[in-house]
Nanobody, 125 residues
Framework: QVQLVESGGGLVQAGGSVRVSCAVS????????MSWFRQAPGKEREFVSA????????YNGDLVKGRFTISRDNAKKTLYLQMNSLKPEDTAVYYC??????????????????WGQGTQVTVSS
């Protein structure tokens, strides 16, 4: 059974940076895929970025645009999202998600089986 626990986030000024983390427990086989989603108030949950745990291959969503970087530390079994040049519109709850899926890299929430509790990132103008 996979469990995901997020940390980090908080309040940051526009133009600043923040890193959120997601500690992973459970098996991480070759098909293990992890992603970051975010959800702003009144909006749908949207895909940010994904990483194949075994290979480190990265798949970015449209909103990344060079500002966000996903990474993972195998030894610490932790997923990260480094966010730079933050804007007020980046304010959202950020979720990590995981699935065992070999070929596809889904960018919709319904394709993921495991979710963290979410961590709030608030960007002030």
């Amino acid at each position: 059974q996979v469990q995901l626990v997020e940390s980090g986030g908080g309040l940051v000024q526009a133009g600043g940076s923040v890193r959120v983390s997601c500690a992973v427990s459970g098996p991480t086989s070759s098909s293990f895929l992890m992603s970051w989603f975010r959800q702003a108030p009144g909006k749908e949950r949207e895909f940010v970025s994904a990483i194949r745990w075994s290979s480190g291959d990265i798949y970015n969503g449209d909103l990344v645009k060079g500002r966000f970087t996903i990474s993972r530390d195998n030894a610490k079994k932790t997923l990260y999202l480094q966010m730079n040049s933050l804007k007020p519109e980046d304010t959202a709850v950020y979720y990590c998600a995981a699935a065992y899926i070999s070929l596809l890299v889904p960018n919709t929430p319904d394709q993921y089986d495991y979710w963290g509790q979410g961590t709030q990132v608030t960007v002030s103008s």
